[in-house]
């Protein structure tokens, strides 16, 4: 290679091609060592140091796995903590385990621990500067103003005030220590509750459905709208929300073009950070609680989002154990450091008895809402646990959206509350339009298929069956929740709307919120009582006929005679009572049906 002419660097790159970060490796190692053997030094340690202040990777992963064991009570050895790092399949991040033993054997006495955690808290210091004043050069390199230098310094030196003020080990035990005189000051009774009024600050749920039911759908334009300071489900806009979304689900195309129709973009997503399919450890050890902490101090989240829990775990699903070490690791911490989180689950296969898994699931949210697909774009969403009853109980949603080929409209993907005292205004031929008809033909909301058809046809109005049982699907779920007539107290008229960037203001539908209570049980009222079939004609215009002696078949509303009306039937053998199909008769076309 002497042909090769090279080129000399200046001494500022020669000196960064060399250097390392300033940091005590030995110190690091002699402190690995000995908390492996003392839970007592381990403590000590931790008073000054926290896991960020290692430099050494596979110290780090020492660190973190010694502090799940003194949390659970364990005893530790280098043999114990082999054990568990093997558990999490991360051996060969210690030299395949080598590493603990060479640790093991030099150790130090555990009264020194404290003293050798001193230097590697100083050098941590020592590089955080360093690592501040390469940041500032990098900055000053892409052409950054005076304003934003000032910035970063500002942000930098907040950054170690917290730290000075946070303080190690004990201190945040007796952080928890109450002061009863501004606790009692504290008005808990005012909860400002987060935009769409689904939880509150700090609080925890759990968003359950099955895999149609669009979980992901109403979770991700939810929490982008609380990001972006936008309304969301009739509620006011409220200041932007920082949120953290964790995803191990949702491929990056979909993620893009669900965020797109819901009118983000560049320059449009707020203080929303994504993270998809992040190498963290399972969240049920105490490793994974500590990886997601760590995203969740560099974010600055107020907001947290698991989609779906059950690909954050280690443990069997129908375990309580998983879930117990789940809260232990992951939540409490969330929780004591008032930060909100969203966990998205899937419905077990007895869909009445909610989650799948274990019923530990439940005990640790303040509220699980179950999310039901009605067809035609309804949703329902019921809350059937509460630690709290603040907040409403149940919303009827509508997802709207519009499509461009196989393509969704960029800002034309939304969710809105269901008016149904004004569904007229809906799109002709949309399904919440269909509603409004059949609320104006005046049949009851427990009418079926065969009679709803009947009656449309019968009207003159024209639309598919698939339509028309989302419809029917619909009303009988509307009695269920509540309606204008049942509770009227829940439909306001004033309801504050919002709609979504990019939709026209023709293609509102307008909007209604559940109040606190409404209930999704039968009213105790009785039910409408069966109507007689419709007798003037079959949907083709035809007159009046006069009404025969016998029954007539509630779907083809022909004379229904023979053993099928011997036998208590109320339609002919080729009759469907569930779509209204029946089959030609004599004097109708052979297409009728």
């Not at 229904?560 to 208590?568: E, F, H």
Request: aromatic residues 6%; proline residues 8%; negative net charge.
């Amino acid at each position: 290679m002497d042909n090769v002419r090279r080129i000399p660097h200046p001494p500022a790159d020669q000196d960064g091609l060399n250097r390392t970060s300033p940091h005590d490796a030995e110190a690091e190692n002699f402190v690995a060592g000995v908390i492996m053997h003392s839970r007592t030094a381990y403590l000590e340690c931790a008073e000054v140091l926290d896991r960020d202040d290692i430099y050494q990777p596979a110290v780090r992963l020492i660190w973190d796995v010694v502090g799940g064991m003194v949390a659970e009570n364990k005893q530790l050895h280098p043999i114990t903590v082999r054990a568990e790092i093997e558990k999490l399949k991360r051996l060969r991040e210690v030299d395949d385990g080598r590493l603990l033993d060479r640790l093991g054997a030099q150790t130090i006495a555990p009264l020194m621990a404290q003293a050798f955690a001193d230097q590697i808290a100083e050098k941590a210091r020592v590089r955080r500067h360093d690592e501040y004043a390469n940041r500032v050069k990098q900055q000053i390199t892409l052409g950054a103003t005076a304003e934003e230098l000032d910035k970063l310094h500002t942000d930098h030196r907040q950054y170690e005030e917290r730290r000075a003020t946070t303080g190690h080990g004990p201190s945040h035990l007796t952080a928890a220590f109450l002061d009863w005189d501004p606790f009692f000051a504290t008005d808990f009774g005012q909860v400002e509750l987060l935009p769409g009024k689904l939880l509150a600050p700090g609080q925890q749920i759990t968003v359950v459905g099955d895999g149609k039911a669009g979980k992901s759908l109403l979770v991700q334009e939810w929490l982008w709208r609380m990001a972006t300071g936008q309304a969301f489900l009739g509620d006011r806009p409220q200041p932007p929300i920082s949120v953290l979304y964790v995803d191990a689900e949702n491929g990056h195309e979909d993620i893009q073009g669900r965020f797109l129709s819901y009118g983000g973009g560049p320059g449009r997503m707020g203080l929303l950070t994504y993270a998809s399919f992040p190498p963290i450890r399972p969240l049920d050890t105490a490793g994974g609680g500590a990886d997601l902490m760590q995203m969740v101090k560099e974010t600055e989240a107020q907001v947290v989002c698991l989609d779906t829990v059950s690909r954050f775990i280690s443990g069997p699903e129908n375990d309580a154990d998983t879930w117990l070490s789940l809260y232990r690791h992951t939540l409490l911490p969330l929780k004591r450091a008032g930060i909100a989180s969203v966990r998205l689950d899937h419905m077990g296969k007895d869909g009445e008895r909610g989650a799948r898994g274990s019923s530990a699931k439940t005990q640790d949210v303040d509220h699980v809402w179950e999310l039901r697909a009605q067809g035609g774009g309804t949703l329902v969403l019921k809350r059937t646990h509460t630690r709290t009853g603040i907040g409403p109980d149940a919303f009827v949603i509508v997802r709207q959206a519009q499509k461009d080929g196989n393509r969704y409209r960029p800002g034309c993907t939304r969710h809105v509350l269901m008016d149904y005292d004004h569904m007229e205004q809906a799109p002709e031929g949309s399904v919440e339009w269909l509603i409004a008809k059949i609320d104006g033909l005046g049949l009851p909301d427990d009418a079926g298929n065969p009679r709803t058809i009947a009656a449309l046809a019968h009207a003159g109005i024209k639309i598919g069956k698939d339509k028309i049982a989302a419809a029917v699907r619909a009303r009988k779920n509307r009695d269920n929740l509540g309606s204008p007539e049942t509770f009227p107290e829940t439909f306001p008229d004033d309801v504050p709307r919002e709609g979504s960037p990019g939709t026209p203001p023709e293609s509102e539908k307008p909007q209604v919120k559940h109040s606190p209570g409404t209930s999704r049980e039968p009213s105790p009222g009785p039910g409408s009582p069966p109507s007689p079939p419709l007798r003037e004609g079959k949907g083709k215009g035809t007159p009046a006929t006069d009404t025969p002696d016998d029954p007539l078949c509630t779907v083809c509303e022909k004379p229904l005679t023979g053993y099928r009306l011997d036998r208590g039937y109320d339609t002919h053998l080729g009759c469907d009572p569930d779509t209204g199909s029946h089959p030609p008769h004599a004097d109708e076309p052979h297409d009728a049906a």
